[in-house]
Structures are given as C-alpha cells and as structure tokens.
C-alpha cells in the first residue's frame, strides 16, 4: 500500500485531523481510515482494481466526517472535500480524482451496486466495521 502518493494522503490525512479532539477519537479515526485503506488495497489487488487509488479512497473516505466531528451526508460533502485536497495536491489525473471522489460520495449506499471501486471502497468499510463490532448491523456510516 505504500506508494508516495498514498504516503501524501496519509500526511493530509493526519495534519487535518482536529488536535483538539479526545485521544480516543482520533486513534479511532487513524485506525478506522488506515485500515479500511489497507482492506481497500487488498481487495482492489483482488478484483484487478487499482490498490493505490483504493488506499486513497479509503484514507479519505470519512476525513470529512471527522473534520466536522458529523456524519451528516459526509459521503457527499466528503466526496468534495476530498476532491479540494486532491486538486490541491496534483497528485491524481482528473479521471483519477473523478474515480476516488465517486466511491467516496457512493460509499454510504450499501444497497445500491456502484463501479468496482466504489464497491472496493463499500465492501473495505464495511469488512472494517464488522471487524470493530461484529454485533454491529450493517448500515451506513
């Protein structure tokens, strides 16, 4: 997963992240963004799917939610939020940028089969929260 691009987003990722918040949130934050980027990556790898844009979806997937400290439609402010960052980075094509943006704004609809990336980035946050609480039932955020 290590690629100096994803290593660009960690670094965004983490200087944007309220240092003021509790200790818990924010291991709560890291943990949850790195490892639904990790799981990303493995299942992009799998599916043929691109892992370094799989691990920036999943990175920035819910920076937004956790800069507001609301998941209030943070799929799709997030999905603008990232595409500010990626923009201001240049690290990403346009087509890139379009297609991380896309799982990221889709990754709350469960229900509903988007691309595979998209679906890459779903099936990660939702293998992650599983993880965290099995007993959790699968619903957005």
Known sequence: MESS?????????NNRLRKD????????????????????????KKRGE???????AGILHDLYAYMVESYD??????A??????LDTLSITSDEE????????MVHDDLWKTDGPL????????????????PLRP???S
């Open 5 to 13: 691009r994803v290593r660009q987003i960690q670094e965004v990722f």
């Open 21 to 44: 918040s509790d200790a818990n949130f924010l291991c709560s934050a890291i943990g949850h963004s790195y490892a639904v980027a990790f799981m990303a990556a493995l299942l992009a």
């Open 138 to 140: 699968i619903s957005a």
């Open 97 to 104: 940028s379009e297609a991380i943006c896309h799982a990221i």
């Open 118 to 133: 998209d679906e890459v980035l779903k099936d990660a946050d939702v293998l992650h929260n599983a993880l965290k609480d």
């Open 50 to 56: 691109d892992p370094e844009l799989a691990a920036i």
């Open 73 to 78: 439609d943070h799929a799709h402010k997030g």
């Open 80 to 85: 603008v939020y990232a595409r500010n960052i």
